[in-house]
């Protein structure tokens, strides 16, 4: 069987837990940052994971990670 190629852009965004999940960055940290609430901004910082119906479609993204 071939190796799988590792898809580019996926592998800067997302990374695999020890336990399996896959974790991925919030959006709406880039601009316009003084229209949005501290509350906001702060929540925003942290790391989300992928929700289970798109983990799979990234999961074969990201083969070797």
């Known amino acids: 069987m071939p ?3 590792t898809h580019s852009a996926s ?3 997302f990374r695999v837990t020890a336990t399996g999940k896959i ?3 919030q959006a709406w ?3 316009r ?3 949005k609430s ?3 901004k702060k929540h925003h910082r942290l790391g989300a994971y ?3 119906a798109q983990e ?3 999961k074969k993204l990201i083969p070797y990670k």
């Open 3 to 5: 190796k799988l190629k």
């Open 11 to 13: 592998k800067k965004r």
């Open 23 to 25: 974790k991925r960055g």
């Open 29 to 31: 940290r880039n601009h």
């Open 33 to 35: 940052l003084i229209s």
């Open 38 to 40: 501290r509350k906001a």
């Open 50 to 52: 992928v929700s289970a």
């Open 56 to 58: 799979a479609t990234i």
